[in-house]
């Protein structure tokens, strides 16, 4: 299987902030890696795919880049709402896998 | 639009199988592009693909509970069904499925249902 590592785990930080976040895979994946963010309580929403295609009606301050085994996911001047959980997944192959999340909360 | 919903039993016991039932609107589970996948999350941990089937029935199983797993479709139903045998207090999760774009992203994704495994 693929395995997906992020870091960091956590982080604290403030809003305004920017926020970097990033997803290493354990062999190259091209761009087939997506983002999603979790709420505590809440199902995961889609953020990024493609590696960095922005979902339909998420907020431009996501943004994402990388390739093969390296990806980031930036927030710029991170939002109240913002704090939440964010899962990387690779869909290289279809034995999916997701990354151990990183959970961005306030400072 | 398009939602997903969980349903199934809240309580199981320790070698019982569980059976999920995912209903959709919105999108055909005979859309071309589109599937079906179920992944879980243990309480305070991370998320964990199960299974996946797409329109023409072909369908994917996570390694390590392969032997345990079993995927399923009605479309006339628009159901996806998710049977998991012999439960055990580590299957406590809560389970979610969300519809697969060809892609194979995952948008959007069910509410979820928490599933405690307990004698």
């Known amino acids: 299987d693929i395995r997906l590592t992020q870091s960091p785990s956590s982080l604290s930080a403030s809003v305004g902030d920017r926020v970097i976040i990033t997803c290493r895979a354990s062999?190259?994946?091209?761009?087939?890696l997506n983002w999603y963010q979790q709420k505590p309580g809440k199902a995961p929403k889609l953020l990024i795919y493609?590696?960095?295609s922005l979902q339909s009606g998420v907020p431009p301050r996501f943004s994402g880049s990388g390739s093969e085994t390296e990806f980031t996911l930036t927030i710029i001047s991170l939002q109240p709402e913002d704090f939440a959980t964010y899962y990387c997944?690779?869909?290289?192959?279809?034995?999916?896998?997701f990354g151990p999340g990183t959970r961005v909360d306030i400072k | 639009q398009v939602t997903l919903k969980e349903s199934g039993p809240v309580l199981v016991k320790p070698t019982e199988t569980l059976t999920l039932t995912c209903t959709v609107s919105?999108?055909?589970?005979?859309?071309?592009?589109?599937?079906v996948t179920w992944i879980r999350q243990s309480p305070g941990k991370a998320l964990e693909w199960l299974a996946h089937?797409?329109?023409?029935?072909?369908?994917s199983y996570s390694k390590s509970l392969k032997s345990r797993l079993t995927i399923s479709k009605d479309t006339s139903k628009s159901q996806v069904v998710l049977s998991m045998t012999n439960m055990d207090p580590v299957d406590t999760a809560t389970y979610y499925c969300?519809?697969?774009?060809?892609?194979?992203?995952?948008?959007?994704w069910g509410q979820g249902i928490l599933v405690t495994v307990s004698s």
């Open positions: 969300a519809r697969m774009i060809s892609g194979n992203w995952f948008d959007p």
């Open positions: 919105g999108f055909s589970l005979n859309n071309t592009r589109m599937g």
């Open positions: 089937i797409f329109s023409k029935d072909e369908k």
């Open positions: 062999q190259k994946i091209s761009r087939y």
């Open positions: 493609g590696a960095s």
């Open positions: 997944q690779q869909s290289y192959s279809t034995l999916f896998t």
